[in-house]
């Protein structure tokens, strides 16, 4: 099951749009011309991994859910990576 479009926008809103790494907090929504007002730069980013091999996997997943809010942070490129 995959993270549901009103989760997303959820974690969306709770960071207020920016990246929730330690001191990073930088700006994920862009401003741009053209037909669409403006562009999203940022991705979703899961605590506890989704796969068995997947970074803190078998630790206690916060808030229960694997795709649920607790369990889920908005992240610039460069951290996501991390």
Not at 11 to 35: H, M, N, Q, R
Request: hydrophobic share 30%.
């Amino acid at each position: 099951m995959a993270v549901s479009e009103k989760t997303k926008r959820e974690v969306w809103v709770k960071a207020g749009g920016c990246c929730a790494f330690p001191d990073c907090k930088k700006t994920l929504i862009e401003t741009t011309s053209g037909e669409d007002s403006s562009a999203t730069l940022g991705e979703i980013a899961h605590v506890v991994a989704q796969g068995k091999k997947g970074p803190r996997s078998g630790k206690p997943i916060p808030g229960g859910e694997l795709h649920g809010t607790g369990n889920l942070m908005l992240l610039c490129l460069e951290h996501h990576e991390i």
